[in-house]
């Protein structure tokens, strides 16, 4: 019998297992791509198909050697992905798919076009003008981890996004321009979202409670973040936890929608 024969006789419950693996592996390598953390996770395949190799060789010193490590080195791989298995966990709870518009909008990779279509020219356009009158901004937006459990903390709307609606929130006087908004499909979903506040990692002291929401909700969440300072007018990026201050808004409107593509 060839391996013809073999995929041939599989059951439907085999092909069910093997694309519930691929979409394991898809997500956890979203999770940790363009961070150190990916490397590991290469180490670790290569580390597992070395240790089914000499396993099938029938190599024992070896298997024993590599099946040693996957076996003791699950507790070192829970610390090292600390963070990578807190976001993984996040997300499958906090995606209420009932919620949905649709299920495949989870799955990016079956869909041809984009899943995210916000008028991000309008949003940088936005917080290009506040930052010449410097008034504070923190603008999130939503990929693939539903923020409804954050949005419940503010105000929820339901307003298309233009450069004069975020202009309006964030005014100095409005009732709405405290806290962040959360920015969904082009659709200002909530305002006033009060953000889990990162304290741990090590910030210019010219930046405040704004950003380190900015770096809490990406750290902890797939978004991406705009922040506006208050004291200096800087425009601030955030992705994975970590930020940086753009000056160049055409370079900075790239980078956000190749990221949210």
């Excluded at 208050?230 to 930020?243: M, N, Q």
């Amino acid at each position: 019998m060839n391996i013809f024969d073999d995929i041939l006789n599989l059951r439907l419950v085999d092909y069910i297992d093997v694309i519930l693996v691929a979409l394991l592996l898809y997500y956890l390598y979203k999770l940790v791509k363009g961070t150190v953390a990916i490397n590991i996770f290469l180490g670790i395949i290569i580390i597992y198909g070395a240790w089914k190799l000499t396993e099938f060789l029938n190599m024992e010193l070896l298997s024993g050697i590599f099946g040693g490590f996957m076996r003791v080195g699950i507790i070192a791989l829970i610390v090292v992905f600390q963070p990578e298995i807190r976001k993984f966990l996040l997300m499958v709870g906090s995606t209420n798919f009932s919620r949905r518009r649709k299920f495949l909008q989870q799955l990016k990779f079956l869909k041809t076009e984009a899943t995210n279509e916000s008028d991000v020219e309008s949003v940088i356009s936005a917080c290009s003008k506040m930052s010449m009158s410097k008034t504070g901004a923190l603008i999130v937006f939503e990929r693939n981890n539903n923020l409804d459990f954050l949005s419940e903390s503010g105000d929820e709307m339901n307003i298309k996004v233009t450069q004069p609606i975020i202009e309006s929130i964030f005014f100095k006087n409005s009732p709405l321009h405290d806290g962040a908004i959360i920015i969904s499909n082009n659709i200002v979903k909530a305002t006033r979202v009060v953000l889990p506040v990162n304290n741990e990692k090590h910030i210019p002291q010219r930046f405040g409670l704004r950003h380190r929401a900015a770096i809490g909700v990406t750290e902890k969440t797939d978004a991406l973040a705009l922040a506006v300072s208050e004291e200096t007018g800087h425009i601030s990026y955030f992705k994975d936890g970590e930020f940086v201050v753009f000056e160049d808004t055409t370079e900075l409107t790239k980078m956000i929608k190749n990221d949210l593509a």
